[in-house]
Every structure is written in C-alpha cells, then in structure tokens.
C-alpha cells in the first residue's frame, strides 16, 4: 500500500518502503537507539543471506491521508527508556510530516530490550 494525497499540481504517490527508510534513518540515528528489530519473518530470512531488509522493524498502516506508524526497537542500556522514547518519537514525526506532506497521527515505539 502506498500514501496518496493530491495538491493544487497533481496527485503523490509516495511508497511505504520510502516512508519506511526515512523512519529507519531517523531510529539509527536518535540517541539510546541501539538497533531496530525485525518483527516480520521475511526480514529474518533476508538477514540469513547477510542482506538489511528495507524498513526493518518498521510497520506502517495509513488511512485517510494519515499515518499511523509502529517502530519495534532495543535500546541502549543506562539511558533513561521514557525520554529516548519520546525523543524518537518526535523526531520521526518531524521528519515524516516534513517529508511527505501529510500528518502523521500515531507513533507507537516498542521497546522489546536493551541492548548492553
């Protein structure tokens, strides 16, 4: 599935894979991200042939020109969880909105462990 909108020029298409990356970029580099996590059996095989699965632990669901997106991380362990959680979440809303145009309605961050 892919994000549509259309403005005063034409109608976007704009792919979830593209989306996925952006949101991918924007989790490795927020501080107390130690590496997003696969929740899909696809990604597991492709890292068996030593191959990043674009959007790896990324999920996204769009409805009505709004994104709702899931990010499945491991954080950093002795970094304060709630506020790595927030910065991440901010950021990627700032860099989605700003990179497709349309508003992004829910992030939702998973952590599933720590990483020492």
């Known amino acids: ?10 109608g976007i298409t704009i792919a979830d894979e593209a989306v ?6 924007v989790a490795r580099e927020c501080y107390g991200v130690a590496e ?8 597991s095989v492709l890292s068996l042939f030593n191959r990043e699965p674009v959007g790896k ?4 669901v769009t409805v009505d020109s709004r994104i709702f997106i899931d990010i499945y991380v ?7 969880v709630e506020a790595v ?4 979440r901010s950021a990627v809303v700032y ?6 145009g349309m508003r992004v309605k ?3 961050v998973h952590v599933l462990g720590m990483k020492l």
Request: proline fraction near 0%.
């Open 85 to 88: 959680v927030e910065s991440l």
């Open 74 to 80: 491991l954080i950093v362990d002795g970094v304060n």
């Open 57 to 60: 632990g990324v999920k996204l």
């Open 36 to 43: 997003l996590v696969s929740r899909r059996l696809s990604d």
């Open 95 to 100: 860099h989605v909105e700003r990179f497709t």
């Open 20 to 25: 996925a990356m952006v949101v991918s970029k």
């Open 1 to 10: 599935m892919a994000l549509h909108t259309t403005n005063i020029y034409g």
């Open 106 to 108: 829910a992030v939702n």
